[in-house]
């Protein structure tokens, strides 16, 4: 049973940082690429970072490029996403998603997604 549980939630001050969480069960993450997407009230979803399964190569959105980092923990089946310049556009649901397909990149047709979790950014 594949289950993905994002944490880290929080409400932070433009320019602050917070670090999100995707904790994963039922599968390895090392053998799945995993994405992050955030979704605002009355946008569509985009992707915002993902990590190969194959080699550990990592993708980002031209919008958090040099501001957003993901990383892979493997002893604890986590993935990560470091947001740090935070901006009042990066408010959202933050969701992180699992596929054996590798090459997905940004694109939300990964097979299995998180809960979501809630990154504020306002003064």
């Known amino acids: 049973h594949v289950q993905l549980v994002e944490s880290g939630e929080g409400l932070v001050q433009p320019g602050g940082s917070l670090r999100l969480s995707c904790a994963a069960s039922?599968?390895?993450?090392?053998?799945?690429?995993i994405g992050w997407f955030r979704q605002a009230p009355g946008k569509e979803r985009e992707g915002v970072s993902c990590i190969s399964s194959s080699d550990g190569s990592t993708y980002y959105a031209d919008s958090v490029k040099g501001r957003f980092t993901i990383s892979r923990d493997s002893a604890k089946n986590t993935v990560y996403l470091q947001m740090s310049s935070l901006k009042p556009d990066d408010t959202a649901v933050y969701y992180c998603a699992a596929d054996l397909r590798d090459g997905l990149g940004l694109r939300a047709e990964y097979d299995y997604w998180g809960q979501g979790t809630q990154v504020t950014v306002s003064s």
């Open positions: 039922g599968f390895t993450v090392d053998y799945y690429a």
